[in-house]
Each structure stands twice: as structure tokens, then as C-alpha cells.
């Protein structure tokens, strides 16, 4: 009998050893919910609000959309890789991942409601995945990635701060407003140029090419914040620069005023009466 035919004749197994593991993991954390919603004497699941599933050894986790007024969700100090089984758990506030072995993060833009998100002690490699994911979240104020791989990164705090906006508190550390303002001289050029230009009365580049005017579109309506001045023209620019241009050319004059001492006659010249006796003049010097 040749090699082909032995291998052939070989029973084929119902299910790999791989697919049971999974299935006993299932079924660990299926009995680990229902254990939950138990101790917590729920009836239905709309009045699950919280589950405590953290320190289980769980490498899998049973879809959790039926509770669809889960807000707090423990999986702290297990071995999951993913978060797949949350899928339609829009009003999860608060979700704790940290130590485990997560890797693939797929899925967390679909919990908008996060207030709080745990992901220290992962496996996490890639920054650009991670704020692709959280870029949507305009409720996320605490953020945790430290001991993960991507946290290696030079710039991981600053770049994790200028793509996370919202974010207050990033890895237990409070998010203050130079570490903002330094990520625009690093990651957006053209605003920081303008800020600078702007602040303080800067100077700028005031060149006017006719060839290109300058692109303005007047608003009816503005807020009340952007309102300067009753004297000030109200108009709102497509490119920056053209309002630091008008800025510069809207400065306030400055004028210098001095005696011009050439029509003053001398004291000789006023008993010889040899100039006309006319006024004194005054000379003026007005600077931008």
C-alpha cells in the first residue's frame, strides 16, 4: 500500500483538537455569564448593567449583544486575543481589557459610548490601527496602552494625543495643554506657522500676489466668540494665510510727531530780520 493510500485510509476526526479547545472556552464563559447574571439576581437581560468576568483564564468570549443595556464590562487578567463578541453593545461606558493577550482590536469603533477604555499589558503593535479604531469615540476620556508594544514608540504619547483629542487622562497621566500645543509644531506645520504669525502681532510674509486674490466668503451669521468689534470686518477666509495677510495690513498706525526746526528762525535771524517771520511747522511719521 503506497503513502498516498495510508493517509487516505486514515479516519478524519469530527473536530480538531483547536476547535474543541475554542468550544470548551465557549462554554466556560457562557457558564461565567450566566453565573453573573445569577449572583446579581437578574431575570431578564435588559437589566444587566454590569458583568464582572475578569480573572476566569477566558481565551474566548460568548456574544454579549443580548445585553443591550451593558455599561460596565470587567475582562481584566485573562488570556483573550480579540473583542469580536462585542458587537451591539452601544451603551458599554466603561471596559476593562488590560492584561490580557489582545492583538486585534477590531470592532471597539462600535462602541461610541466609551467613557473609559483599559488596555495596558496587551499585545498591541500597531499606533495607526489603534487611532483608526478610537478616532470616532467623542465620549473617551481615559485611555490606558502602556506595556504593550506600540508604546515603545518615541512619539506614542504625542501621537496617541494629537489623533485623541478628547482624551483627558492617557495612561493614568493628565493630558495638559503644552503637550497639545507642541503636537501642532510637530504634526500639523501649516497651523502652527499661522498661530505663531498671528500671536503676539508676529511678523509675517505680507508679499500680495495679483494673480492670486484673495479666496473670502462672507457669512450672514457668526457666534459670538468670533465677534472682535463693531469696526471690524467680519470675514472668514478659505486659506489662513490670506487672514494673516489682511491682519497685517489692518494694524493700527503709529505717529510720531516732531517740531520742524528748519522754519524756526534763530535769535540772530529775528533781530536781523533776515527770514520771513512766518508759523513754525510741524513734521509727522506714521509707521504700521
Known amino acids: ?91 458599554l461606558t466603561e471596559l476593562y481589557l488590560n492584561n490580557n493577550a489582545i492583538f486585534d482590536i477590531e470592532g471597539l469603533h462600535k462602541l461610541p459610548s466609551l467613557h473609559i477604555l483599559l488596555l495596558h499589558h496587551n499585545e ?71 498661530i505663531q504669525s498671528i500671536a503676539f502681532g508676529g511678523k509675517v510674509d505680507a508679499s500680495w500676489n495679483p494673480k492670486s486674490p484673495i479666496r473670502q466668503k462672507r457669512v450672514s451669521r457668526l457666534p459670538s466668540d468670533f465677534a472682535f468689534g463693531n469696526n471690524v470686518n467680519k470675514t472668514v477666509f478659505d486659506d489662513p494665510e490670506d487672514a494673516v495677510l489682511v491682519r497685517s495690513m489692518k494694524r493700527s498706525l503709529m505717529a510720531i510727531t516732531s517740531m520742524n526746526w528748519d522754519t524756526v528762525p534763530t535769535r540772530e535771524e529775528e533781530y536781523e530780520e533776515t527770514k520771513m517771520m512766518d508759523s513754525a511747522q510741524m513734521m509727522m511719521l506714521s509707521l504700521r
Open 124 to 194: 498591541l503593535t500597531n499606533t495607526e490601527v489603534m487611532v483608526k479604531e478610537l478616532k470616532g469615540m467623542q465620549n473617551l476620556k481615559t485611555l490606558t496602552l502602556y506595556q504593550n508594544p506600540l508604546s515603545q514608540y518615541n512619539l506614542y504619547r504625542l501621537t496617541i494625543i494629537y489623533h485623541l483629542p478628547v482624551v483627558e487622562l492617557l495612561d493614568w497621566k493628565q493630558v495638559t495643554e503644552k503637550e497639545r500645543r507642541y503636537n501642532i509644531t510637530i504634526f500639523n506645520h501649516k497651523k502652527a506657522h499661522v
Open 1 to 91: 500500500m503506497s503513502r498516498d493510500q495510508k493517509s487516505s485510509s486514515l479516519p478524519v476526526l469530527p473536530c480538531s483538537r483547536l476547535q474543541k479547545k475554542a468550544k470548551s472556552s465557549l462554554q466556560s464563559s457562557l457558564q461565567a455569564v450566566e453565573d453573573q447574571v445569577k449572583i446579581c439576581g437578574h431575570r431578564r437581560d435588559v437589566d444587566v448593567f454590569e458583568l464582572f468576568l475578569s480573572k476566569r483564564e477566558l481565551t474566548e468570549v460568548v456574544d454579549l449583544s443580548r445585553f443591550k443595556n451593558l455599561k460596565y464590562l470587567w475582562l481584566h487578567h485573562n488570556k483573550l486575543h480579540g473583542i469580536a463578541f462585542l458587537t451591539r453593545n452601544y451603551c
